[in-house]
């Protein structure tokens, strides 16, 4: 009965915990509507999520292109379809592991970032300042935060999209004898137009969680620096786990139809 108890239990904390972020994903989006709108933390919310994010997007774009192409050559020679590398490099970087990476770096720069400063501003007791001064925690700390992140993901994917193809292109016409213009067309002729806006949509819905989830554990944290600690931790694991989630939803949703 013991164990029974512990598993009700742990099936209920999750349950709870899944109600308590559905609503502060809807008063979010409640409050995205309606001013007063801070531009100034939005400006630095853009900068710090997009631009500051460009280097680990597109090295690690870049190099997972790369990888790609060489294992789908050394696969694909087990049964002479070498020349298949092109198709399968774009409609992979385009389709699954451009918009997954690039939400997963996401999720390990930014939202850990924006959790362990809401939790310090929460331990240092700035947010119950910002309270006293008349100012809506939600609208100053994670609207902006959310909404740059929706806004400025898809372009992150884009941009990684972009450069995995290029990683690909590189090594397939640098090592493995492609011919650069032949490998361009193969890309360009068999991508198709919802390929490219899956992509966007996926990086869309990935950016909100990864923003969501670091406001949401950042101003749930306990007391003291392992409260700052456990909210850090939670925030990425739980951003990471509904990206992935939220990956096989949008994709049997996308190409099933």
């Not at 997954?100 to 999720?107: D, E, K, R, S, T």
């Not at 006293?132 to 609208?139: E, V």
């Not at 786990?241 to 949008?250: D, S, T, Y």
Request: aromatic share 8%; net charge positive; charged share 10%.
């Amino acid at each position: 009965m013991k164990f029974l108890a512990a598993i009700g239990r742990t099936t209920l904390g999750f349950i709870a915990a899944i109600g308590r972020i559905t609503i502060f994903a809807g008063q979010t989006l409640s409050h995205l509507l309606r001013g007063p709108f801070y531009l100034r933390e939005l400006a630095i919310a853009f900068l710090n999520i997009g631009w500051l994010s460009l280097p680990v997007v597109g090295l690690t774009s870049l190099f997972t292109g790369g990888a790609l192409a060489l294992q789908i050559y050394a696969g694909g020679a087990r049964f002479n379809a070498e020349a298949v590398v092109p198709q399968i490099v774009a409609i992979g970087m385009v389709r699954e592991l451009g918009p997954v990476l690039v939400g997963l770096m996401i999720a390990a720069r930014v939202t850990s970032s924006i959790a362990a400063e809401i939790a310090t501003m929460k331990v240092t007791e700035q947010i119950d300042a910002l309270v006293t001064l008349s100012t809506h925690t939600m609208k100053y700390l994670t609207v902006p935060r959310v909404l740059a992140a929706t806004l400025v993901v898809p372009a992150l994917v884009a941009v990684g999209d972009v450069i995995g193809v290029f990683g690909g292109y590189a090594v397939a016409t640098g090592t493995l004898g492609f011919n650069p213009a032949a490998y361009i067309r193969n890309t360009v002729d068999f991508l198709e137009f919802r390929d490219v806006m899956s992509s966007l949509a996926k990086g869309a819905v990935f950016g909100f969680i990864a923003a969501l989830m670091g406001c949401y554990y950042g101003m749930n944290s306990g007391r003291g620096a392992q409260g700052v600690g456990r909210a850090t931790k939670g925030s990425v694991e739980a951003a990471a786990v509904l990206i992935l989630a939220a990956n096989f939803v949008l994709t049997g949703v996308m190409f099933s139809l």
